[in-house]
């Protein structure tokens, strides 16, 4: 099936540490969701984006929706180890029915 | 918590048999996407449902399928089990298409065919 190209596929870092990943795809989305997902849960709404070239902040995370609609990027500053989890991008398409999810970024954060 | 309920949380079955997976939505929304979860990689549509009919569909074959109730719950039923059909099954629930909106999912029903 049809997914985004989302990169790293894995990090560890220390914590305190900023952290931050993308996501990237062939084709346009008029909506940029991130989630995050702990072991055994189900994906959890970090941030949504509705506009091309929106900032949205959500206490230590911002991300971003490219201007290309294309594209979209997640920051994590100062790092905390309940922060370790998985990470998921999602793209919408208006009208469209589905979301098309990256395979997603493993974050790892040492105390 | 989303408010999104998913049953049961675990299920084992064999190859051929059937199984299905209920879904209740959260308040206020009364459209429902299904997704399917193998391991190491992000969810995949399966179809979402919405006034009780099913509204777009993934790349999964006609052994998946659904209903929508009209209290907007959900059931997810898989015939015919293969071991690949092994996976987290998750359900989202949101406002009425056409409308960009965000999807809200449950915490899953991990299924495992052996």
């Known amino acids: 099936g049809q997914q985004l190209n989302q990169s790293p596929q894995s990090m560890f870092i220390q914590e305190g540490e900023d952290v931050s990943m993308n996501c990237t795809s062939s084709?346009?989305?008029?909506?940029w969701l991130w989630y995050k997902q702990d072991p055994g849960e189900g994906p959890v709404l970090l941030i949504a984006?509705?506009?091309?070239?929106e900032l949205t902040s959500n206490g230590r995370l911002t991300a971003q929706f490219g201007i290309t609609r294309k594209d979209s990027f997640l920051n994590i500053s100062a790092s905390i180890p309940s922060d370790v989890g998985i990470y998921f991008c999602?793209?919408?398409?208006?009208?469209?029915?589905?979301?098309?999810f990256g395979k997603g970024t493993k974050l790892t954060v040492n105390p | 918590e989303t408010g999104v309920t998913q049953s049961p949380t675990h299920l084992i079955k064999t190859r051929g048999q059937q199984v299905t997976l209920r879904c209740s939505s959260q308040?206020?929304?009364?459209?429902v996407s299904w997704y399917q979860q193998a391991l190491g990689q992000g969810p995949q549509f399966i179809f979402q449902?919405?006034?009780?009919?099913?509204?777009g569909r993934g790349n999964f074959p006609p052994r998946f399928s659904g209903l929508q109730f009209p209290n907007y719950s959900s059931e997810l039923n898989v015939n015919a089990l293969e071991l690949d059909d092994s996976a987290l099954y998750l359900c989202?629930?949101?406002?009425?298409?056409?409308?960009?909106?965000?999807?809200?999912f449950g915490p899953g029903t991990r299924l495992t065919v052996l």
């Open positions: 984006l509705y506009k091309a070239g």
């Open positions: 449902y919405y006034r009780e009919e099913e509204n």
């Open positions: 084709s346009i989305f008029n909506t």
């Open positions: 989202a629930s949101s406002r009425p298409p056409p409308a960009t909106d965000t999807q809200y």
């Open positions: 308040s206020g929304h009364n459209t």
């Open positions: 999602a793209g919408q398409l208006y009208g469209s029915e589905k979301l098309v």
